[in-house]
């Protein structure tokens, strides 16, 4: 009985300290007084648990505030930069990786573009990335606390990426040899699943609960935000609706299927629909997204057509995803978002010709306002995240 109601004290405490720092967080500066008042803690609580935090490094004191009639209060404010975390987006051709701090600011970012590497050479441009942004970390605490890698593919809840069919992997453990290489917590997460947590936290979901993320690139991943929450699905697989079939006995897709949204709507649609074009001032073995951007900015009537084709295509997924999950906001992310002038439009038309009235009532349709950087802050937020849960669990508290 007494080992019970001691380990009950135990959660207790370590939910309240969660609670304490999480006000700090959202409302600093602030006194203990109003940390007392916001959270329903007696101030002898709050003060015995901003000991701890302040003797951990995880926030600080500033001078005085504004006084109501006393002694003016000690401010408390969080220490975003206690620590960093690194987000890394591994794209088929670039890694783009970024440090930010415990508040999710970018710090430092490196951007890495190649072309058809093997698992082998992109593991060891990966490393490249990490180790530079370790050497750009500046001096902290706790130094990096996690190391987040969104992946284009099949990623199950242990980590394990199951399979990533436009780079060729199948039951790839790159958490295990990251966390082995570097002694650090690493978190493997599909980076269509980063990219929403990531607009939802940062970006252009933030007033939003029912999202739903399309991240265009080489091909197309999906990431739902149902209820403010990621939804991962029963094993980890949700999402993979870049390969749901829209058109019945259409071009093959390197995962086995046939017709798969992503060969009509994404940016390897793109470039292989402009193939077949004829562009003099562009040789074909040019031919890219920021190629094609270009021609069309300049008024080129051929790259406008591709991109609003393009964006024909996307509506047509998007309507069906729509008429599924009832969301509140649709965000279109990664590299195609930089074609939102010639997408919006066929996109919305798309919608207003086939999604339900009564799905389209108060739909926002979006475009990332992370740009790029949607699954790399993402996933650097979730290291952030498991770092303040394994803080918590370490603080003799539980």
């Known amino acids: 009985m ?3 109601k001691t380990w009950n004290q135990h959660v207790v405490k370590k939910e309240n300290k969660s609670l304490v720092l999480g006000t700090i967080r959202t409302h600093s500066p602030i006194s203990r007084a109003d940390i007392a008042s916001l959270t329903g803690l007696n101030k002898g609580t709050v003060s015995s648990l901003v000991s701890e935090l302040l003797e951990e490094q995880l926030i600080y004191e500033s001078g005085p505030g504004e006084s109501n009639g006393g002694r003016r209060p000690v401010m408390l404010l969080f220490n975003q930069q206690a620590g960093f975390s690194i987000g890394i987006d591994l794209g088929v051709n670039y890694l783009l990786g970024v440090l930010t701090d415990l508040e999710g600011n970018i710090c430092y970012e490196k951007l890495v573009k190649f072309k058809d590497l093997s698992y082998e050479e992109m593991e060891v441009k990966l490393v490249e990335v990490v180790d530079n942004l370790m050497e750009n970390t500046p001096s902290s605490y706790y130094g990096i606390i996690g190391i987040g890698i969104g992946v284009p593919g099949t990623v199950s809840k242990s980590g394990e990426i ?5 780079l060729g992997w199948k039951n790839v453990d790159l958490k ?3 966390e082995v290489k570097y002694n650090l917590p690493v978190v493997i997460e599909n980076e269509a699943n980063a990219g929403a947590y990531g607009e939802k936290k940062f970006g252009a979901g933030k ?6 993320y399309v991240s265009v690139g080489i091909g197309i991943g999906v990431g739902l935000i149902l209820n403010g929450h990621l939804y991962r699905g029963n094993h980890g697989f949700s999402g993979e609706l870049g390969h749901m079939t829209i058109e019945s006995g259409g071009r093959k897709c390197r995962c086995g299927n046939e017709g798969c949204w992503e060969l009509y709507a ?5 470039v292989k629909n402009a193939e077949k074009i004829a562009f ?3 040789p074909k073995d040019e031919l890219s997204l920021e190629n094609l951007l270009t021609l069309a900015e300049a008024g080129d009537l051929e790259a406008i057509h591709l991109f609003k084709q393009t964006g024909d295509y996307l509506g047509i997924g998007i309507n069906n995803i729509i008429n599924i999950f009832n969301p509140e906001q649709v965000i279109i992310g990664n590299r195609m978002a930089f074609a939102e002038d010639w997408l919006t439009e066929p996109l919305k038309d798309r919608m207003v010709k086939q999604t339900l009235w009564y799905q389209q009532q108060d739909l926002q349709i979006n ?3 992370l740009s790029t950087h949607s699954s790399a802050l993402g996933v650097a937020a979730f290291s952030v995240e498991n770092f303040f849960m394994s ?3 370490k603080s003799n508290v539980i």
């Open 2 to 4: 007494k080992k019970s």
């Open 162 to 166: 199951q399979l990533a069919p436009n």
């Open 176 to 178: 295990t040899i990251m």
């Open 207 to 212: 007033s939003f609960n029912h999202i739903i």
């Open 266 to 270: 994404s940016e390897q649609a793109l």
């Open 280 to 282: 003099p001032s562009l």
């Open 367 to 369: 475009f990332s306002e």
């Open 391 to 393: 803080d918590m669990k």
